[in-house]
């Protein structure tokens, strides 16, 4: 099936998008920096051809959405994702969400019914971080030391009750693995997590190896066809 184009308006924006299928959609949400939803491109089409519809945006200052980053928020990234799933999606959701976007995916789940949290890399932030915007104020915040065990999505994660996959780099120079030791710590009340850790991979360049990306695909399509069941998996030594 071809991917269809939208657009939804938002503020003084037209926030652009594209889906394949309808149904209890995936949402992709990309990250910072010159990232769009072009980035997951392939991952998408690969779960088109498993039969799972998906969902995916550009965020304002992004993509074919444009306009300036400067000025958005965090708390501005919560209302426009939250924006197209109203328009777009049928719940419970499945999430996959990169960098930045992992914490608006934590957001989330407070907001949406959501059965499967598929974090790629996944910063958290604090409640200060949030709400301010994007500049000098929000870099110096989030640069603060330890600013992040402040956040509130370690809470948020102690809620979610369905099924928790998260996607490290060995070697990230973003995203200290403490964070990504709590982000799996945290949801303790989760129907399953798993953690992995891709051996050889930096932030920027999570899948070196084909395998890594194909391994990957199969545990979050996994999470999405919901084929876990009824098992409680819990690991944290999945290494490849």
Sequence with gaps: MNLKTFKIPYGKHMLCGDLYRTGKQ???????????????????????TRSIPSVSFDFIGHGETGGEILGSSLRERTKQATAVIKHKCIEPLTLIAASMSGYTAIKLTDIFSVSNLILLVP???????????????????????????????????SRFKGNLVV??????????????????????????????????????????????????????????????GTKRLESTTLLC
């Excluded at 995936?26 to 088109?48: D, E, M």
């Design 26 to 48: 995936t949402v992709v949400l990309h990250g910072a920096g010159n990232s769009s939803r072009l980035v997951y491109s392939r991952l998408r089409h690969i779960l088109n």
């Design 123 to 157: 910063a958290v932030y604090s409640p200060q971080a949030y709400n301010l915007p994007f500049g000098h104020e929000f870099s110096a915040a989030i640069r603060a030391p330890k600013s992040w065990k402040e956040s509130d999505a370690f809470e948020i994660l």
């Design 167 to 228: 996607i490290a780099a060995e070697f990230d120079d973003v995203i200290p693995r403490e964070i990504i030791v709590q982000i799996h710590s945290a949801a303790k009340n989760a129907a399953n997590r798993i953690l992995h850790i891709i051996s050889g991979s930096t932030h920027t360049s999570l899948f070196p190896r084909e395998q890594d990306f194909l391994f990957a695909m199969e545990i979050m399509i996994g999470a999405c066809l919901n084929e876990w």
